[in-house]
């Protein structure tokens, strides 16, 4: 899905597509809109620790990861899993455990499950993918869909409840407000929250935080990592992408990330900024990456769409690295006290 667009976003950038915005895996349904104003509302749930979990992509060593992760916090966690954790689970039984242990915590839909949910294919995988992802990547996201939705299709009411998921939540860490979003503050499968688009949007974006009545966006879909404080009139506030749960994110690693927003300081965390009284932070989630390469190729062979897509990002990270991710305002894990400007 977004992944690919990832792998390939600096190398497609010069290359110029012929795709119409209405092709599958180019559009963006209407259903997927929204204006920042809906997170104008109620908390939906309140902790003091709070995971945010994006493309889990049907990995589950990266599942067992988290939870393993998360039971080492000194207090339990809220986990939400905010879309995309299906993916590369063709095979029944890992769809059925990915599906079954996720939906035992919070989930919102992200475009893969919003498109499993029902048969039509006019929406493709559902990305929304921009013009600098190239035309083959975005078929091969729309084939993986398909053979991903004949696999869902033994689970009618599973895929009922997935399309029934929300596709946006407001959590309240402390005594702040953090909008959580699969794409953007505008779409389920927005590319706004990326960091191609991000100085563009940026007045937009500090504008959506003002109508929100958020201080924090987390969201993912774009499949790489983005982070930046901004400084409004209303004091700071801070976009958070976590990229991938279940690939690798940088270039010669292989973890995955997750991002954790709480009261208390994470020791291993990748990189943080502080809003008040909390702490936002990407996490590492290590997970067994020669077991999950050797479960992804036996189910994906060679020339499979998701193997042509992702088997190079799986074995040796994208073409991307942790200076890419921050934008600024956010301090470095490994180099505590140095804010990225
Ligand atoms: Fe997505």
Redesign the pocket.
Known sequence: ??ATAALGAHESQARPSAAEPSLPGRTCPISYRYSPEVFRRPAELATDTLYVVGGLYGNPFALEAVLARASREGCAPRIVFN??FHWFDIDPADFERVNSTVLQHTALR???ETELSHDDAGAGCG?GYPQWVGDGDVARSNAILEQLRDTADRWPQARRHLGELPMHLVAAVGEHRIGIV?GDCWSL?GWGFTQETLEAQAPAIESAFAEAAVEAFASS?TCLPVARVFRTARGPRALINNGAAGMPNFAGTHYGIVTRVATTEAPDALYRARLGAIAIEALPLAFDAAAWRAHFVQRWPPDSPASVSYLQRISEGPAYTLLHALRGGFERGDHPGLVVR
Do not use: S, T
Request: negative net charge; glycine residues 18%; proline residues 0%.
């Open positions: 899905m977004d879309g995309d992200g475009n893969v990305c699969h499968a879909h």
